[in-house]
């Protein structure tokens, strides 16, 4: 038997929680897994997705916050993130189906904690916080210290994540997601890379991130060393990403691929995504997502 | 158990049931509208889609009690009177339904679709039924048909 109410503030909704309530944005994580018997329903269950509070995409001088309930279907349309902050625009376009980008919130992809979501390695590349409130206070955790194996977060119970924050990104400045997929739509990443590039006057990388997604127990950032910085991108520095992406895996075998599979993909996935961000940190538009402009994935 | 008012087709339905049960199964078996149908159960298929606000839905995985508030808009809400809406229409003409099963909820997210893109391209017709399955057509005969039902609306 579940006890359900509709929050009508934030405070109400932090109470709840500090009461041992548990939120539900879209459920297309909390209904679906208690509907196939993976947990079942919280007793206690709060639906936060109308809070104005958590609602909405704001740029300023120096941070970008997103509302932890804008849907994936904002994100992807959304002209703030589909200019600035590319690789988050690419994965939300991939999620699921338009249902499922309708309700699934980023909020409720990030307290989801699964290694497979398509938001997270863009969250990573771009610097993002993830903003955890409580009835007492808050507090920014980045989201490696966030995400700490499948399905598990660092966030306490009583923490609800009200928005994702992260850098206003500095000029010549691109990012890119791609996934690997059999299918177009209802997919799960078989595994994936988001990048984000810098480039200074000529040409060179000034700054360069990569992560990678769906091949170890949590969303995976990768060191890359001096791969790329103050290089050009070409097919040396290129070829250096994917080699360090596929070291970096520790990929599982599953029903989806091998891990052998996945450790070679990633690393082409990677160095995909490093170009795909590289060209729109020298100014060219590739249409979101990625994936269907540049022909990566499925192609059906 | 919870009380709930969920407005259906614009008509308002008082309901207690208990706070667990799917928006799915309160349609079919509360309200009494079973156009919805149950495919997958598991927000795969498509078949149970309605809209929330305009906007498409998996019922089978949406919570009844969160959808107090919001308009829901099911396959029994498009037709006025005994005139099919063209959607439907269009898909009986042009052999978009065989065994039936997933036409509720391929209308529906057709509908959404057509309501936010009257001029859709064919691959925006696909992203837009992307959601849901058809075991039996092989899609081409929908897709059709929701081209046509787009040009008859507009």
Avoid at chain 1, 114 to 135: C, R, Y
Avoid at chain 1, 199 to 217: I, P, W, Y
Avoid at chain 1, 227 to 233: S, Y
Avoid at chain 1, 260 to 270: F, K
């Amino acid at each position: 038997m579940t006890t359900f109410s509709i929050a009508q503030s934030l405070d109400q909704a932090l109470q709840a929680l500090a009461d041992g309530a548990r939120p539900v944005a879209g459920g297309t994580d909390l209904v679906v897994g208690s509907r196939q018997g993976k947990a079942p329903l919280p007793d206690t269950v709060i639906a936060i997705d109308r809070l104005d509070e958590l609602a909405g995409i704001s740029l300023s001088d120096d941070q970008l916050r997103i509302g932890a309930m804008v849907t994936h279907a904002q994100l992807m349309v959304d002209p703030i993130i589909a200019e600035h902050f590319s690789a988050i625009a690419d994965a939300a376009a991939l999620v699921g189906s338009p249902s499922t980008r309708n309700v699934g919130t980023l909020g409720g992809n990030v307290m989801n904690g699964s290694p497979a979501m398509d938001t997270g390695a863009p969250l990573i590349v771009l610097g993002a916080t993830a903003e955890l409130q409580t009835t007492s206070g808050n507090r920014q955790v980045t989201m490696e210290e966030l995400w700490v194996s499948p399905g598990k977060t660092s966030a306490n119970a009583d923490e609800l994540c009200v928005a994702l924050n992260m850098p206003a990104r500095p000029a010549n400045s691109g990012s890119a997601y791609v996934r690997l997929e059999y299918r177009r739509a209802m997919e799960i990443a078989v595994v994936g890379a988001a990048a984000s590039v810098t480039l200074d006057d000529g040409g060179m990388v000034t700054d360069a991130r990569v992560a990678l997604t769906a091949v170890a127990a949590t969303i995976l950032a990768v060191d890359l060393g001096d791969a790329l910085a103050g290089k050009p991108i070409d097919e040396a520095s290129l070829a250096a990403v994917a080699k360090i992406a596929s070291e970096t895996a520790t990929p599982i075998s599953d029903l989806r691929a091998t891990d052998r599979y996945r450790r070679h993909t990633v690393g082409v996935m990677a160095r995909r995504a490093v170009e795909a961000a590289g060209r729109r940190a020298g100014g060219e538009t590739i249409a979101i997502p990625v994936n269907r402009t540049l022909g990566i994935g499925a192609s059906q | 158990m919870h009380h709930m008012n969920l407005d259906v087709n614009g008509m308002s339905y008082p309901i207690t049931a208990d706070a667990s049960r799917n928006l799915l199964s309160v349609l079919r078996n509360e309200v009494g509208l079973t156009g919805t149908k149950e495919g997958c159960d598991d927000c795969e298929c498509g078949a149970c889609m309605v809209l929330l606000d305009g906007q498409p839905v998996n019922s089978c995985s949406y919570l009844a009690a969160q959808a107090e508030g919001r308009a829901v808009t099911t396959i029994e809400g498009l037709a006025d009177g005994d005139d099919l809406h063209p959607l439907q229409a269009k898909m009986l003409e042009l052999g978009g339904v065989q065994c039936g099963f997933c036409t509720p909820g391929m209308i529906m997210s057709a509908k959404a679709l057509l309501d936010r893109n009257p001029e859709p391209s064919e691959e925006e017709i696909r992203i837009g039924l992307s959601g849901n399955l058809c075991r039996c057509t092989g899609y081409a005969k929908i897709l059709a048909a929701v081209g046509e039902a787009a040009v008859e609306i507009r």
